[in-house]
C-alpha cells in the first residue's frame, strides 16, 4: 500500500456500500459465485427483510476499509446480544464470564448470520489481503476496545484467515461437520460403487423407501421456481425452526428477497403428493458446491429426509459437476450416507486477559478431542477399505 491510510468505517446498512465493490471484495464477479453467501445480494436479503436488525439480537455493524476512495476489504460484522444462529456455541464462556463477574454480551460477531457454511469472512480485494485483513481485524478489535465490548468471533472462517488472525493474536476454535466430495463419478451407481457393501445395500434401501412415499419428487432452479413454491416451503422451514431453535430464525420476507435476486442460486427440491408439496429441501449453488441449508415437512414419510436432503444433492452435484456438498451443522447420520468429517474453524479474541488465557487453555483441548473424533469417525465412514486413501 506504500505507506497509504486505510480508513475503517463501520456501518449499519449494506445500502450504504456499493454492491459492485463489495462483490468485487467476495470474489463474486460475473457467473456464479465461489461463496453465495457472502455476496451483497444474499447479505442484503437477511438485512431487508428484517432476519437481522432490531428485535434480533443481531445488529448489523459491516466493516468496510478504504484506500482512498476504493474498497479494499470488508466483513459481515453484527453485535450481538445473545448466542443465538451462530452454530459455534460460546453459551459455556458467556456462563463463565458472567459468573466471573464480567459481561459477555454484547459481543462482536463476524459471520453470515444463521449460515454454518465455510468460507472467507475478511473479505478483500485482490492485491490486498494481508493489508485488508490486518485492516479488519484491527478495526474490530479496537471497535471493541472502545466500547468495551466482551469479545470478537470470526466463525466459519477459511484455514488462511485462521493462520492470518493467529499471527495477529487471535485464538482459534475447531469443530466439526459433514462434507460429501465427488471423486470424479459419472453417475450414483458410481458414487454407490464406492461404498462397503452394506452401506450400498442399506442406501437403495432407503432410496427405494423414500420413493414409495405415494407422490413425486422434483428439482426446481430459477424461474421453475414460482412463489407459490416458497409458501409451501415457508410452511417447513417453520415446523423445522419451530422444533430446533423455538422459533424460525428468517422471516417470511428473507424468502421473497431471495426470490428476486437469488433464483438463480437456489435448487428448491419438492416431494409432491396429489399435487400438493408436503416436504422440501432447500440448497444454494456456489461455483464447485451445493450447499444444503433448509428442510422441513407437512407429512412424515420414513426416509424421505435421505432422500431430498442427500441423495437428490448427491445426483445434483454429480450431474453438474461440483466437488462437494456441505450439508450444514451436525448429524452423525450423515456419515453413513457418504458423508465423510471435516474441521471447521474460527477466530476470537477476548478483551479480558485473564479470561482470554482460559479460553486459549480449553481451546487446545478442544482441538485435540475434535481432531481425535474425526479420525475416528473417517475409521467409521461408509467407503471400501480399500479406498481409504482416496479419504480427504
Known amino acids: 500500500m506504500d505507506g497509504q491510510t486505510i480508513e475503517i468505517q463501520v456501518l449499519g446498512s449494506l445500502t450504504q456500500i456499493d454492491a459492485g465493490a463489495w462483490d468485487a471484495c467476495a470474489r463474486a464477479g460475473s457467473g456464479r459465485a465461489t461463496d453465495p453467501f457472502t455476496t451483497h445480494r444474499f447479505l442484503s436479503a437477511i438485512e431487508q427483510s428484517g432476519s437481522v436488525g432490531p428485535g434480533t439480537g443481531w445488529q448489523p455493524r ?19 446480544s445473545h448466542s443465538q444462529g451462530e452454530y459455534v456455541f460460546d453459551h459455556s464462556w458467556a456462563n463463565a464470564y458472567e459468573r466471573a463477574g464480567g459481561r459477555y454480551y454484547p459481543k462482536l460477531q463476524i459471520a ?36 468495551r465490548v466482551s469479545s470478537v468471533h470470526a466463525t466459519f472462517c477459511t484455514e488462511a484467515e485462521v493462520a492470518a488472525g493467529e499471527a495477529m493474536g487471535l485464538m482459534h476454535r475447531t469443530g466439526q461437520q459433514f462434507h460429501w466430495l465427488n471423486r470424479g463419478y459419472a453417475g450414483f451407481d458410481d458414487f454407490l460403487a464406492d461404498l462397503s457393501s452394506r452401506k450400498r445395500k442399506t442406501i ?15 428439482q426446481l432452479t430459477g424461474d421453475q421456481i414460482e412463489p407459490h413454491h416458497w409458501d409451501a416451503f415457508w410452511t417447513f422451514y417453520q415446523d423445522t425452526g419451530a422444533r430446533k431453535w423455538g422459533q424460525p430464525y428468517l422471516t417470511r420476507a428473507f424468502f421473497d428477497q431471495v426470490h428476486d435476486t437469488m433464483r438463480d442460486d437456489v435448487l428448491l427440491i419438492l416431494a409432491e403428493r396429489n399435487g400438493q408439496p408436503v416436504a422440501g429441501a432447500m440448497n444454494f449453488i456456489g461455483a464447485d458446491t451445493l450447499y444444503g441449508r433448509y428442510w422441513g415437512c407437512t407429512e412424515d414419510h420414513p426416509c424421505l429426509h435421505f432422500e431430498a436432503c442427500y441423495y437428490q444433492a448427491i445426483e445434483t452435484a454429480i450431474a453438474q459437476g461440483l466437488t462437494k456438498i456441505e450439508a450444514g451443522a451436525q448429524g452423525e447420520h450423515k456419515l453413513a450416507r457418504g458423508y465423510l468429517p471435516v474441521t471447521t474453524h474460527s477466530l476470537h479474541w477476548v478483551a479480558d486477559p485473564g479470561f482470554a488465557r482460559a479460553v486459549q487453555d480449553f481451546l487446545a483441548q478442544e482441538r485435540a478431542a ?3 473424533d474425526i479420525e475416528i469417525l473417517t475409521d467409521y465412514g461408509p467407503f471400501r477399505k480399500a479406498k481409504a486413501e482416496d479419504k480427504e
Open 62 to 80: 459491516y466493516l468496510a476499509a478504504y484506500a482512498g476512495r476504493q474498497l479494499i476489504a470488508c466483513a459481515p460484522m453484527y453485535g450481538k
Open 112 to 147: 453470515v448470520p444463521f449460515t454454518p457454511v465455510t468460507g472467507r469472512r475478511f473479505l478483500t480485494l485482490p492485491g490486498h489481503e494481508v493489508q485488508g485483513m490486518h485492516a479488519l481485524i484491527q478495526g474490530a478489535t479496537q471497535l471493541a476496545e472502545q466500547n
Open 204 to 218: 437403495r434401501k432407503e432410496r427405494t423407501t423414500a420413493q414409495a412415499f405415494g407422490g413425486t419428487i422434483r
Open 370 to 372: 475434535v481432531a481425535e
